[in-house]
């Protein structure tokens, strides 16, 4: 069984900016329902999900997150003539933002990141670095009065197969959301899944702190989307400060900058994909972060690791993923987890 793109399409299109998760939430919801032993939903907003396994013994009780949230916008005033000031959520480069198309609120009004024209700024002004301040959303005259100062924003990029390629706005992380989807409906008997699907990743891991508390797990992983630095170096060289690539296979972490996982957990990943034939690679430790960060440190301490499919342009209007790297992230995920034993994280 591998995971749906109608499912991931579905998701990718649906806004769910951090803070405002509600429709993502409910697709999630009506998805693992028939499926999960326990669902509830936390103060925060997360959907927790448990799926208790069949086998004998004491079975591993596994923590694994995918955040639900995006990068956008919340429009912060009035308005004048369907211009609105708007405030960034999450990690966006203000530079990538004139002229791009938005969807905004509830209903999904129509509008667009506007700027002055390049052709009419003065010397100075095109050399200054532009800001969020600087730029208005605009929805036009006559949809002014159809939203307001609070309402929630995102990019408007539908999602699209291209080739063997996946592009939409939010694949960070719908890919995770879905993989974790097709997870609890397909859950291997060996381990009791503890499904979590947090609010605000994007913002500062802020759902995942209060999901681990409360699920209390023996270890977890977090299934994420990872930025792919892999396009050719400015001076026409080969890369090789990558991270990671796009076609290599679903990447492991060894460490980023909130987190040094498992080595355990690390090695056990590893094997698993050499043994399943499948292809990964090593997220090279740096920056970033996912929601293994805010899990590894609650309760009495929680081993962790990150498994994420590698894209390109995150926190962009359009984000690129290759399918094969997605299915290779459920598969190895699915078969880590049919081959986890207890114990296998105590101290060396």
């Not at 060894?254 to 994909?273: G, Q």
Request: hydrophobic fraction near 40%.
């Amino acid at each position: 069984m591998l995971p749906s793109l109608s499912l991931l399409e579905k998701l990718c299109n649906t806004a769910g900016v951090s803070g405002d998760e509600g429709a993502v939430r409910r697709i999630v919801l009506e998805a693992i329902r028939p499926h999960a032993d326990e669902v509830t939903v936390d103060a925060m907003g997360s959907v927790l999900a448990v799926k208790r396994g069949s086998r004998g013994g004491k079975r591993p009780r596994v923590m694994v997150a995918a955040h639900m949230d995006e990068v956008g916008f919340m429009l912060t005033d009035k308005g004048k003539d369907g211009l609105f000031r708007f405030g960034v959520v999450g990690g966006i480069d203000p530079r990538i933002l004139p002229g791009k198309a938005v969807r905004v609120g509830e209903k999904g009004i129509p509008g667009v990141i506007g700027a002055k024209p390049i052709h009419l700024t003065t010397r100075d002004e095109g050399k200054r670095v532009i800001k969020v301040e600087d730029l208005r959303i605009d929805v036009g005259p006559e949809n002014k009065d159809k939203v307001k100062g609070g309402d929630w924003a995102v990019f408007d990029t539908p999602f699209e197969q291209i080739g063997p390629s996946l592009r939409a706005k939010a694949l960070d992380d719908r890919l995770g959301v879905a993989n974790l989807i097709t997870l609890l409906q397909d859950a291997p008997p060996e381990v009791d899944l503890l499904a979590a699907f947090t609010v605000q990743e994007e913002v500062g891991l802020r759902g995942a702190f209060a999901a681990a508390y409360a699920l209390a797990p023996d270890l977890a992983i977090a299934v994420d989307c990872t930025p792919a630095y892999d396009q050719p170096a400015w001076d026409g060289e080969e890369n090789t400060r990558y991270n990671t690539r796009l076609g290599y296979g679903p990447a492991i972490y060894v460490a980023d900058r909130r987190t040094i996982s498992h080595p355990a957990l690390v090695r056990h990943l590893a094997e698993t994909a050499e043994a399943e034939g499948i292809p990964y690679q090593y997220r090279q430790p740096g920056g970033g972060s996912t929601d293994a960060g805010a899990i590894f440190h609650r309760r009495e301490g929680i081993p962790v690791v990150s498994l994420s499919t590698p894209g390109r342009y995150l926190h962009t209007p359009a984000s690129i993923a290759r399918l094969e790297d997605w299915y290779n992230t459920y598969r190895l995920l699915r078969a880590a987890l049919a081959r986890m034993e207890g114990g296998m994280v105590n101290a060396e």
